[in-house]
């Protein structure tokens, strides 16, 4: 609900250099030893909280700030989880930032929200094999 919005604005708002740290961000990912879990969530939370301030509204990443704070944990159960996860990320990113530098906001709304659909149906797989241990 709230982040595929995010994306919109950003892709309408975002500067040169916002730009520039979001594509460092998809190659930090992309180097990321695909073992430091740790690095993993920290490299795809930020992504996440550089579109918030690629918007350049003030107010929207200290809305996401307390929803960051729980999310470290979680992302890192399912970097170590979900096998593909971080090569998904990274596909998904990716075609995030791509609409966000075409300046492309529908298409970044929707490439967010496809992010979001698998990034939940690699939770519920977290989820599941955390149960049936």
Do not use: W
């Not at 979001?22 to 993993?40: A, G, I, S």
């Not at 960051?68 to 979900?82: N, T």
């Amino acid at each position: 609900m709230i982040e595929p919005a995010i994306a919109y604005v950003a892709a309408t708002k975002h500067s040169k250099d916002d730009a520039l740290k979001l594509e460092k961000d998809c190659e930090d990912l992309k180097n990321c030893n695909p073992d430091d879990y740790t690095e993993l969530a920290r490299l795809d939370l930020l992504f996440h909280l550089d579109i918030a301030k690629a918007t350049h509204n003030i107010i929207i990443p200290i809305m996401l700030e307390p929803i960051h704070r729980l999310m470290p944990p979680i992302k890192i159960s399912v970097y170590k989880a979900v096998r593909n996860s971080q090569d998904s990320a990274l596909e998904k990113h990716m075609k995030v930032l791509h609409a966000i530098l075409k300046r492309d906001a529908e298409g970044a709304r929707r490439a967010m929200t496809a992010h979001l659909k698998v990034a939940e149906d690699h939770l519920r797989l977290t989820l599941k094999s955390t149960a049936s241990r």
